[in-house]
């Protein structure tokens, strides 16, 4: 077993866990990682045991998929062929030339042995890869896994638009709702607002729904009207219409009516949310005068899509096409030996990532082997990647933001949440100051030097700045121990 290929998957959602069996499948040892202390990713998040959940499956829509792909892990991990490392948190990945004898996970078994398979895009070896990540609740032991290649499956994280009062609590982004209800089986709040844009609002906003909650109305900003430009896209996909319609038919069950070409201008409270402020938006993305209304609750959901992870591939030098890890169609980054699928590649949803995570696995099986990939193998998959992000497309441009947003936050709403910077500070610091890039205004401001590293505030400052979102770069994906760094060898990172 120690003499096969060794790849490293990081991420173990949907992506994630297509590409560890397809490439396991064909004799690639694997070794999964994932930050969470369950395999499935947001998707898939289920109840932890200790709740004693009766039913998880009702808490999804796609539940024999997981089934079928918890069985493939299981077995794998019967026979040795993948590990799973839950709760551990990918921090670095360096790409090195050491053959040293301890390849493996330092630290843990040290069974592994250096194998000079990794390939580049000729099939020439091209080193040996360390995947750094912290161990453990307390993310204070260093763990080093080593292998011939490795495949980023990081997923994404919601983009974050602030508004009056969206730093109260009560107020928590559409995904953290969702995380609450499926991984702890809590909602919340009582009384509900689902808001924002985007396809993820319905499912939410059914959740809730079903769970108990009172969904006391559902905010979109996208309207109808836009529907017809995308057509042929959307028409493309008949069972992600239909699974819409099934949402919003549930909704209507429950007496909720979507206000379209929506949004929420201000949430109210002083210890917590009491109430929000709801108004029309006009075909430029302004608010229609009179159009307000107040509508109590005590829990506010807002959500405006998706942004994908991509510190992990910026660190190893990844290109992107704007904000999206930039793969070839074997799902190969511009770095020999690295892999991107899923979310990381462009917001696309559980059954993109699943097709794109079968491709990247087959790939990397075939490449680590030293033999070129034959793409009838995967024709059925590599169609369904086509489709699939082509409706992708579609829906981010009937789901995009809307225009006006950053006209309407007023100069005393917090922007950047870790350090307290407004937004009139970072007005400031490009009308007064004359900063022109995002990285001159977080050095003005300081917004996004703290805990989240801009991933939250980073696309309301650019908006606010008008300044462009650039890569950041970052030699770390998240932050590390200081005793972490001391204890690595002196030619790894830090």
């Known amino acids: ?32 990682l994932d930050a969470a202390e369950q395999a499935g990713g947001q998707f898939y998040r289920r109840p932890a045991a200790a709740l004693g959940a009766r039913r998880p499956q009702a808490l999804h829509h796609q539940w024999r ?51 000079d398979t990794g390939v580049n895009r000729g099939g020439a070896p091209s080193g040996v890869f360390a995947v750094h990540a912290l161990r453990g609740p307390l993310q204070e032991e260093g763990v080093t896994v080593r292998a011939d290649a490795v495949l980023l499956a990081t997923g994404g994280y919601e983009r974050v638009l602030p508004f009056p009062g969206w730093t109260l609590p009560g107020v928590v982004t559409a995904g953290g709702a969702q995380a609450m209800l499926k991984g702890g089986l809590v909602l919340p709040g009582r009384t509900v607002v689902v808001a924002g844009t985007g396809p993820l609002l319905l499912p939410v906003a059914c959740g809730l729904a079903a769970a108990g909650a009172r969904v006391a109305a559902l905010v979109e900003s996208a309207g109808p009207k836009a529907l017809p430009r995308h057509a042929r896209a959307l028409a493309a996909q008949p069972g992600k219409l239909a699974e819409g319609a099934l949402y919003a038919g549930k909704l209507l069950r429950h007496g909720v009516r979507p ?26 993305g302004g608010l229609v005068p009179g159009s307000a209304r107040r509508i109590p609750c005590d829990a506010l ?63 990397v099986a075939a490449r680590l082997h030293g033999t070129l990939p034959d793409p009838r193998r995967w024709a059925g998959a590599a169609r369904a990647r086509g489709r699939l992000r082509e409706f992708s497309a579609a829906l981010d441009a009937l789901y995009a933001a809307p225009a006006g947003w950053a006209d309407r936050i007023t100069d005393g709403t917090v922007v950047c949440r870790c350090e307290e910077v407004t937004a009139g500070q970072v007005r400031t610091s490009v009308d007064v100051l004359g ?30 700045s008008g300044c462009p979102a650039t890569p950041g770069r970052r030699p770390f994906a998240r932050p590390v121990p200081l005793g972490v760094l001391a204890r690595l060898p002196e030619d790894e990172p830090g």
Do not use: F, N, Y
């Open 435 to 464: 900063a022109g890039d995002p990285r001159t205004v977080k050095l003005l401001t300081r917004a996004g030097m703290g805990w989240c590293q801009g991933r939250m505030c980073g696309p309301a400052v650019a908006g606010l």
């Open 301 to 363: 959901a807002v959500g405006h899509g998706m942004l994908p992870h991509t510190d992990l591939a910026e660190t190893l030098g990844c290109a992107l096409s704007g904000t999206d890890v930039r793969v070839d169609d074997e799902q190969r980054t511009d770095v020999p030996g690295v892999w991107a699928a899923g979310e990381a590649t462009g917001i696309g949803g559980a059954a993109l990532a699943l097709a794109e995570g079968h491709i990247a696995g087959r790939s």
């Open 1 to 32: 077993m120690a003499e096969r290929p060794h790849l490293a998957v990081v991420g173990a959602g949907p992506a994630g866990l297509a590409a560890a069996l397809a490439a396991a499948a064909r004799g690639v040892r694997v070794t999964l």
């Open 259 to 284: 206000l379209t070409r929506h949004t929420v201008v201000e949430a109210h409270g002083t210890d917590r949310l009491t109430a929000v402020t709801v108004a029309a938006l006009d075909r430029d």
């Open 65 to 115: 998929v997981w089934e079928r792909l918890r069985d493939g892990l299981d077995r794998q991990l019967s026979t040795g062929q993948v590990r799973h490392l839950p709760d551990h948190h990918v921090w670095c990945v360096d790409r090195t030339d050491r053959r040293d004898g301890t390849d493996g996970t330092d630290g843990t078994d040290g069974t592994d042995h250096p194998v």
